[in-house]
């Protein structure tokens, strides 16, 4: 299967800092990539969609000033949390696919990054 | 609204056969997706099903029933390394993934 690599898998990061999450995919080029989040015990929660050069789409309830999504390339998407709080303390997973949704190809998942704010 | 149902948690032993269900009803349908993920990791893809029927794919076979909204994820030849959470994820008209709590799976010697 194709592989898609999240960095970094773990971050502790202090109160009011910025946090870069990146998504590449090694072998194969992404046209779209997924943003989701994870409580613990909980479902995957869809924070939004990014295609290739446009701008992401995010999901009601995301705020898009605080999570950016850059996706400037068809192999990297880049999450930022920026003035990372306590409560934005959660396990942020990527995911990539080749085709738009529409078309229902397999997405492939990153590693996960686990995201504790202190 | 949009719903999918699956056991929280189910138990099972080592060599036995396993099945999770996984019910939905969601604004359209275009197909229905099973993911594996141990604690702290990401998902792995196990099987996609659009069309009615069984798909089997070595130990592990996945069933649709599109005009009941139902799915099975089976589990034979149980392995220790099979405890994971088990996710149910649907296409939905938009093409978005609607996803499931999961079920967590304990395999016991």
């Known amino acids: 299967g194709a592989v898609v690599s999240q960095h970094p898998s773990r971050v502790i990061c202090k109160s009011g800092t910025s946090v870069k999450i990146e998504c590449r995919s090694l072998d194969f080029q992404a046209t779209t990539m997924f943003w989701y989040r994870q409580f613990p015990k909980q479902s995957l929660m869809l924070m939004a969609t990014?295609?290739?050069?446009?701008?992401?789409?995010?999901e009601q309830g995301v705020e898009k000033d605080k999570f950016l999504i850059n996706h400037a390339s068809l192999t990297l998407s880049t999450l930022t949390v920026t003035s990372a709080h306590p409560e934005d303390s959660s396990f942020y997973i990527c995911?990539?696919?080749?085709?738009?949704?529409?078309?229902?190809?397999?997405?492939?998942f990153g590693q996960g990054t686990r995201l504790t704010v202190v | 609204g949009q719903n999918i149902d699956q056991p929280t948690e189910m138990t099972a032993t080592e060599g036995a056969i396993v099945q999770i269900n996984c019910t939905y009803q969601t604004s359209g349908f275009n197909g229905l997706f099973w993911y594996q993920q141990h604690a702290g990791e990401a998902p792995t893809f196990l099987s996609y099903n659009v069309l009615d029927g069984l798909e089997e794919k070595g130990r592990f076979s996945s069933f649709l029933s599109r005009s009941k909204g139902y799915s099975y994820l089976l589990l034979k030849e149980l392995q220790m390394k099979d405890s994971a959470s088990y996710l149910c994820a649907v296409v939905d008209s938009n093409y978005q993934l609607i996803w499931g709590a999961g079920t967590k799976l304990i395999i016991k010697p």
């Open positions: 995911s990539a696919s080749r085709g738009p949704p529409e078309m229902n190809t397999e997405a492939f």
């Open positions: 990014s295609n290739e050069g446009s701008k992401a789409t995010y």
